[in-house]
């Protein structure tokens, strides 16, 4: 029988690596917005593990996450309902300081 950690960590590894990086990764714009919805959804999964631990230091790093998920869907569909041609690296090109 799994526990609840146990689940917490499944969902967490599941949703928020092996269904997000390939889909956050894609060239089509309907696959990156489920990639972020996949995003949000292991980091919460992470969020409520850290809670349930008392991981009170992973905590903000969780909520990171989530953060980062739903401003790159917003970003993505933003596009996607505009039909631009946006790319991978004009979305995260702003993270790189100095361009």
Do not use: C
């Not at 039909?83 to 995260?92: F, G, L, M, Q, R």
Request: net charge neutral.
């Amino acid at each position: 029988m799994l526990e609840l950690n146990s689940i917490l960590q499944l969902g967490a590894v599941l949703f928020g690596t092996a269904i997000a990086a390939p889909l956050v990764s894609s060239d089509d714009k309907k696959n990156r917005l489920w990639g972020f919805l996949a995003m949000l959804t292991g980091s919460l999964f992470s969020l409520a593990l850290h809670v349930s631990l008392s991981l009170w230091i992973m905590v903000p790093a969780s909520l990171f996450w989530a953060a980062m998920s739903v401003r790159g869907y917003m970003l993505v569909r933003d596009a996607y309902k505009n039909k631009s041609n946006i790319t991978y690296s004009d979305v995260v090109s702003d993270f790189i300081p100095g361009e």
